[in-house]
């Protein structure tokens, strides 16, 4: 009797299937970011994926960290603070995985969201000045069309 393997073609397998090797182009387009930074970040060691016949491939796990760089970048991460966070996670993860954390990893991610914390915060007191200065503009500004339309 010969077995035989059934899988369903749900949307979900198949777009596995999709993410699961796609080409930098296909990234590109799908995701919006240009070839260029997708190399540029391979070449930085940022997201190194695998290369056969001089392509690259992309997998599930590389679009994930993907997204997380893009959303690190958008939180004002500059490329090698999101670097230096994604090694440390990488190490925690293999000591969970063996069940020991390092403690100075912990701190290297803390340390380095707090510092980033701090920033954004002096940025929001900058724009909160700006955004001040800016109502008074509006409100003289306004004040003098009023006026205009009067006479």
């Known amino acids: 009797m010969e077995k035989t393997l059934d899988l369903e073609l749900t949307p979900e397998y198949i777009l596995s299937i999709e993410v699961m090797c796609m080409l930098i182009g296909e990234v590109s387009k799908k995701y919006d970011i240009g070839i260029e930074t997708l190399r540029y970040y391979d070449k930085i060691g940022l997201l190194t994926v695998k290369r056969k016949n001089n392509n690259r491939f992309y997998t599930e796990e590389d679009i994930n960290k993907l997204h997380y760089i893009m959303a ?45 914390y701090d920033e954004i915060f002096e940025k929001e007191k900058q724009l909160m000045s700006v955004k001040k200065h800016l109502e008074k503009i509006i409100i003289k500004i306004e004040e003098i069309q009023g006026g205009n339309k009067n006479e």
């Open 72 to 116: 690190m970048k958008d939180l004002m991460f500059t490329l090698d603070d999101i670097k230096r966070i994604l090694e440390v996670d990488e190490r925690i993860d293999v000591g969970l995985a063996k069940g020991f954390v390092d403690g100075d990893d912990i701190s290297i991610i803390l340390n380095e969201i707090r510092i980033k």
